[in-house]
């Protein structure tokens, strides 16, 4: 177990220092930031200024390597565009993105488990159908689409919920949908599958044999074996939800992680958005090295792989 | 007349004997499958669609008109003269979404092939080759999982410039991964078989071995990852677009289409309903067909 836990570590800080270097190296894409940064109006001298100024002189590599290391001490630079440290910046903007992102996992467990197993125990009947049908459309739905669509029915049409704004909990109510939504088909789709594999073994013919209720054998003995690889499944669909929580911030002008995002990327803030990528990039590794954990704790026959 | 009458009907007793022939059982899995033949027939059409734009639009799709500003679609009110109504520009609507068809399905085609060159090339390589070049494409693949799509994809596009060829790059540089993992467990699959045996036994090189023995037996999984990424795709080009920096103005984009929508979605909502179903119908068309695909050729899969 510690040999594999090591061996996931290694690999997760690799990886992380990976993104690192890519997410440094996209400043320098567009062959000159100091050009960009000064904009197409500025002189010669400016560009220049702005040069030396941010240090983009140097070789690229000692600029990684000073980017790197103030990075590991929690210094990200400074915005260019709020002049403000974007370590500070990001920080208080990750707590409504925090929040949205649980609120959408949960959204998306409480909805999804419940679907896959009441599909489960009855295969090809009606539930199963409309089920299916769910995770098929859901998946086609794109996301920009359906939360403007929200806003129109809730918000224009009946004047119920606030469609944009971060004030209170009423303003997370669509985003949640929307942003939960994505990670729904996934999970149904695991459980069902799940569930109709475990309801076909030994041990529950066994749980039958000796009497056990239906719901006992539902929710005691099935749903809690079929629900590890769920678990999992959702830690790593939540590292992917805080990365794709731009879309949905920026329908909802939800003031979280993904909306300043857009903002820098629309700025061209690029300490900004090079420190976004990593951020979010370092939540999905923390959350699949998690679930890699998790996953070999509960079931050991994981730990080979 | 009757000759040919009676050989196109089986015989019962040889029929019983001999049961249908793998290709009759292909066949009739194909044609049974309710969602793939929806599936085939709806993206049919859309790709007809396509090609056939400039005789299938009524208008100019970028020739405005203030005379004829946000004129609504016909079932709301409107004359058939704009079937689907026209933007804020005046632009006729359904020949807007007619020529749109057209980026959609080459966003999903072009960034759908990139990412599959890349993705096969890395999946049979380590799949084949194990060991060190196994560990190498497992680390480049947790890589590319780690880096959130849509911003990497929007501030690269930003970077660089919006135009129809860089958003198909980009996207067809960062999906890959999904063709690395499942081909990767498909040449596992295949690369212990006999016929590779055999094939290397008698001498044939590693590239012919791929390309004749492993490549043919995993082409199946490719068709499916293939469908299911030009979906992705496509979806993707239509996010970066709604955002305001993908496709840029004044290009068809269904994407763009709703994002300019969306400031008149007070009170003209269709002006984002028709571009996002449209979209929708695709989507789920090549899903569908994905999915059908995935049932048809794997049976044994299917949960």
């Not at chain 1, 488990?113 to 769910?134: C, E, H, M, T």
């Not at chain 1, 009497?211 to 790593?236: D, Q």
Request: hydrophobic share 55%; proline share 5%; glycine share 8%.
């Amino acid at each position: 177990m510690l040999n594999f836990i090591l061996k996931r570590l290694g690999l997760a800080v690799l990886v992380a220092f990976t993104v690192s270097f890519i997410s440094f190296s996209l400043m320098f894409l567009s062959g000159d930031p100091a050009a960009a940064l000064a904009g197409e109006t500025a002189s010669d001298q400016d560009v220049e200024a702005i040069r030396v100024l941010y240090g983009f002189d140097r070789p690229m590599l000692v600029q990684y390597w000073d980017w790197l290391s103030s990075a590991l001490v929690g210094d990200l630079g400074e915005s260019y565009y709020f002049k403000l440290p974007v370590a500070s910046l990001i920080a208080e903007r990750l707590q409504v993105t925090m929040m949205l992102g649980l609120c959408g996992i949960s959204f998306a467990l409480l909805t999804a488990v419940p679907l896959g197993v009441a599909a489960a125990i009855r295969p090809n009947s009606i539930i199963d159908r409309i089920a299916l049908f769910l995770s098929v459309a859901g998946q086609a739905m794109p996301s920009f689409w359906f939360g403007l669509i929200l806003i129109v029915v809730f918000s224009i049409q009946f004047g119920i919920l606030p469609p944009s704004g971060t004030s209170t909990w009423r303003h997370f109510i669509m985003p949640t949908i929307v942003l939960g939504y994505y990670a729904m088909p996934a999970i149904m789709r695991l459980t069902r599958a799940g569930m109709l594999e475990v309801l076909s073994s030994d041990y529950i013919r066994t749980a039958r044999a000796k009497g056990a209720s239906e719901f006992t054998v539902l929710f005691k003995h099935a749903l809690r074996n079929a629900i590890i690889p769920v678990v999992s499944l959702a830690a790593v669909q939540m590292g992917f939800m805080l990365g794709g929580s731009i879309v949905v911030e920026s329908i909802f002008a939800l003031h979280g992680a993904g909306y300043l995002a857009w903002e820098s990327i629309a700025r061209n803030d690029l300490p900004t958005v090079q420190a976004l990528i990593l951020v979010f990039s370092l939540f999905y590794i923390v959350f699949t090295f998690l679930s890699d954990v998790l996953n070999a704790w509960l079931d050991p026959r994981m730990r080979a792989g | 007349m009757s000759d040919a009458t009676t050989n196109m009907t089986p015989d019962p007793m040889l029929e019983a004997i001999v049961g249908p022939t793998p290709g009759q059982m292909l066949r009739k899995r194909i044609f049974g499958h309710q969602g793939l033949m929806i599936g085939v027939v709806v993206l049919g059409i859309l790709v007809l669609v396509a090609i056939f734009a400039p005789l299938l639009a009524p208008h100019d799709p970028y020739a405005q008109s203030l005379m004829a500003r946000m004129k609504p679609p016909v079932f709301l009110g409107g004359t058939w003269e704009h079937p689907l109504g026209t933007d804020h520009l005046g632009r006729d609507y359904l020949s807007r979404l007619i020529y749109g068809a057209r980026v959609s399905l080459l966003i999903g085609l072009v960034a759908a092939t990139i990412s599959g060159v890349i993705g096969t090339a890395m999946g049979v390589a380590a799949g084949y080759f194990g060991g060190k070049v196994d560990a190498v494409v497992t680390y480049l693949i947790n890589v590319r999982l780690a880096m959130p799509v849509v911003l990497v994809a929007l501030a690269v596009v930003a970077i660089l410039g919006g135009s129809l060829q860089v958003v198909i790059v980009v996207l067809g540089l960062l999906l890959w991964d999904r063709f690395a993992v499942v081909m990767r467990s498909s040449t596992l699959q295949v690369r212990g078989r006999e016929y590779v045996a055999a094939a290397k036994a008698v001498g044939c090189s590693t590239p012919r071995v791929l390309m004749s023995e492993i490549m043919p037996n995993i082409a199946n999984n490719l068709i499916v990852v293939m469908t299911l990424e030009m979906a992705h795709a496509i979806l993707l080009e239509a996010a970066l677009s709604f955002l305001g920096l993908g496709v840029q103005p004044p290009t068809p984009s269904w994407g763009l289409m709703v994002s300019e929508g969306k400031n008149m979605m007070l009170f003209e909502p269709w002006m984002v309903l028709i571009p996002g179903a449209v979209l929708f119908v695709l989507v789920l068309a090549i899903n569908l067909m994905g999915d059908g695909l995935r049932d048809v050729t794997a049976p044994e899969n299917r949960s």
